[in-house]
C-alpha cells in the first residue's frame, strides 16, 4: 500500500493547517518537511543526513544526501575524505557538502502514519509557541471565556485563540459555571510548561476588581482618578481607596455613578460581593479612619517603627470596628498596609492608667520619691530613671511645682540609682563569665549585657551567630527597636570581616615575597 500527495495539493493543506491553527504557514511546511525526513530516514538508513525540501511555490519535494567533507572519516555515512570528494567533484573544498539527489519516495502505511504523527507534533508545538507569545504579555489583562469543561472544580476557558485555566481557588466561593457559560476574568500569570503554555485566570484577585472598575469609571480608564489600593475578601466584601487628580471631580462619586449604577455594575459581576468606596489620603491616620468606616474613630495612635496604627472606638461600636469575624479591620489593614489595633475607650482608659502607675513606680522606688512628684513625672512625659538624670536642670525645674533645688536633688538620686545599679549589673556579668569583649560592644548597656548572659550569650561571637528578631525576643522588654537590634547584630559581626580582611592582606604578603624571593634566585642563578 502506498500513498501519495499531489503537489499542489500539498501546500493547499498547508495553508488550511495554517488557518485553522492560527500559524505561520511556513512553520506547518517545515514540520512536513521534517516529517519526509524522517520517512526517507526510515527507507535508506537513519544514520544517513538526508535532508528534505519543499518548494514553497510549486510544492515539489526535493530529497538529497549530504556528506561532509573532512581531513579524517569518523562516520561513513555522513562524511567522506577531500580525495575521494575531488573524484565527484573537482575543486570541492574541506568543510563543503556532496549532495546526491534521492528518488521520491512512496508513503508505506507504517511511514505515513509515522509522517503524520510527526507533523501533528510540530504543528502542536508551534501553535502552543503561538498561544504563549499572544498571552505572556497580555498579563493583567481581563479577558471573555467560554466554559469548556469542569474537573474537581477547576474551570477550562475557551478564550477562542488558546485555553485558560481558572482554579477552584480563584473562583468566587458559591460560584457555579455550567459548559457554554461565558465567563470573564483576569490573567494573572502565563507560564511555559512541559505540557505546553499554561494561561492562568482568576475571578478574586483584588487587580480583577481594579479593572473591571477601569471598565466602568471611564475617569478611572483616563487617568483622571487613581484606584491606590484595593482589599477583597472575595464573594463577600471588598474596600478600594481611589484619589482623584482634579479637585474638581469626587472619586466616590465617579465611581459609585448615577443612582449607584457603575458599583452596581460591577458588584453584579463580583456575584453581589459588597464594595466600600473609600477616598485616599497621604495621612496615615485618615486614611485608617476612613477604611474603618462605618465605624466611628476617637483617637489614633501611630507607631511607625512598628508599623502599627491604634485605632480607639466608643464601646458600643467596637463590633462594628472589627466586623463579622474580623473581616472589617483585617480589610482595613490589607488596604492601608498598617497592622490596625482596636481598643474601647474603655480599654484605652484602663491601659493608660495601668501604664501611669507601672511608670509612676519606677520613679516611687528608683528615687524615693512621694506619689505626686512621680505623677508629675509621668505626666511630663519621662519614662525612664536616665531621662531624669541626664536631661538639663532647667526642664525639670520648669515643671508645675518644681523648682531649681527640687530639680537638682532629683538628678542627684536619679545619678546615684544609676551608678549603683550599673554596678550591681556589672558584677553581675562577671558572675554570669560575659566576656570583656562583648561589654566593651557599642549599643549594650549593662541591663542588655545581664539579660543576654542569662541566655547564654556570653560573648561577641555569640551575639553575631543571632538573628534580629532573636535578639529581640531576648530583649522584649527592653524597648528595643527592629533597627537598633540589626545594628547591635553588625556591629558583633564586624570583626568577622576585619578577620577576612587581614587574612587577605597576609596572603598578599605572602605571594609577594615567595614572588621575590624567587625572582632573586633567578637572578642568582644568573
Request: net charge negative; with cysteine.
Amino acid at each position: 500500500m502506498s500513498a501519495t500527495i499531489p503537489r499542489l495539493e500539498l501546500l493547499q493543506v498547508a495553508d488550511a493547517v495554517a488557518r485553522e491553527k492560527g500559524i505561520e504557514r511556513d512553520l506547518v511546511l517545515e514540520a512536513m518537511e521534517q516529517a519526509i525526513q524522517k520517512a526517507a530516514r526510515s527507507k535508506y538508513g537513519v544514520e544517513r543526513d538526508i535532508r528534505a525540501q519543499i518548494d514553497r511555490k510549486s510544492g515539489e519535494i526535493q530529497l538529497q544526501r549530504f556528506r561532509h567533507v573532512v581531513e579524517e572519516v569518523e562516520n561513513e555515512f555522513t562524511e567522506l575524505t577531500l580525495q575521494d570528494a575531488e573524484r565527484i567533484k573537482p575543486g570541492i573544498e574541506l568543510g563543503a557538502f556532496i549532495t546526491d539527489d534521492l528518488p521520491p519516495i512512496d508513503f508505506g502505511r507504517i511511514a505515513a502514519q509515522t509522517a503524520k504523527q510527526v507533523i501533528v507534533q510540530k504543528v502542536r508545538e508551534a501553535e502552543r509557541r503561538r498561544q504563549y507569545d499572544e498571552y505572556k504579555d497580555r498579563i493583567g489583562e481581563i479577558v471573555n471565556g467560554l466554559v469548556k469543561r469542569i474537573e474537581f472544580g477547576n474551570v477550562t476557558l475557551d478564550l477562542g485563540r488558546a485555553e485558560a485555566l481558572m482554579r477552584r481557588d480563584e473562583c468566587l466561593p458559591r460560584e457555579a459555571f455550567r459548559q457554554g457559560d461565558r465567563v470573564r476574568a483576569y490573567i494573572y500569570d502565563v507560564r511555559e510548561e512541559q505540557r505546553g503554555p499554561q494561561i492562568f485566570l482568576s475571578r478574586t484577585k483584588p487587580d480583577f476588581m481594579a479593572k473591571l472598575f477601569s471598565q466602568e469609571v471611564p475617569e478611572i480608564y483616563d487617568g483622571v482618578i487613581e484606584i491606590r489600593s484595593v482589599a477583597r475578601d472575595p464573594g463577600s466584601r471588598a474596600k478600594i481607596a481611589v484619589l482623584s487628580n482634579d479637585s474638581s471631580i469626587d472619586p466616590v462619586g465617579a465611581c459609585v455613578g448615577m443612582r449607584g449604577s457603575r458599583v452596581q455594575a460591577v458588584v453584579t459581576e463580583l456575584q453581589g460581593e459588597k464594595i466600600d468606596i473609600i477616598p485616599w489620603t497621604q495621612d496615615p491616620a485618615s486614611f485608617v479612619v476612613n477604611a474603618l468606616a462605618p465605624a466611628e474613630v476617637v483617637k489614633v495612635v501611630l507607631d511607625e517603627d512598628a508599623g502599627t496604627i491604634e485605632v480607639v472606638v466608643p464601646n458600643d461600636q467596637l463590633s462594628l470596628a472589627i466586623g463579622r469575624r474580623g473581616q472589617n479591620v483585617r480589610l482595613a489593614s490589607m488596604l492601608s498596609g498598617w497592622n490596625i489595633d482596636i481598643l474601647t475607650e474603655d480599654e484605652e482608659s484602663e491601659r493608660r492608667n495601668e501604664e501611669y502607675k507601672t511608670k509612676s513606680q519606677v520613679f516611687l522606688e528608683s528615687l524615693d520619691v512621694d506619689d505626686v512628684i512621680a505623677h508629675l513625672l509621668v505626666a511630663e512625659g519621662f519614662t525612664r530613671v536616665e531621662e531624669v538624670a541626664y536631661v538639663p536642670a532647667e526642664d525639670l525645674s520648669e515643671i508645675e511645682g518644681f523648682d531649681a533645688e527640687i530639680a537638682t536633688e532629683l538628678q542627684r538620686r536619679a545619678q546615684e540609682f544609676i551608678e549603683k545599679r550599673d554596678t550591681e549589673l556589672s558584677e553581675r556579668c562577671i558572675e554570669l563569665g560575659v566576656d570583656a569583649d562583648l561589654v566593651s560592644l557599642e549599643g549594650l548597656n549593662p541591663v542588655m549585657l545581664v539579660r543576654l548572659g542569662e541566655n547564654d550569650i556570653k560573648t561577641r561571637d555569640d551575639l553575631a551567630d543571632l538573628a534580629g528578631d532573636e535578639l529581640l525576643e531576648i530583649l522584649s522588654d527592653i524597648g528595643l527597636s527592629e533597627a537598633e537590634a540589626n545594628d547591635i547584630i553588625m556591629a558583633a559581626r564586624a570583626h568577622w570581616f576585619a578577620d577576612e580582611e587581614e587574612t587577605g592582606e597576609e596572603d598578599e604578603d605572602a605571594q609577594i615575597a615567595e614572588e621575590t624571593s624567587s625572582l632573586e634566585e633567578k637572578e642568582d642563578e644568573a
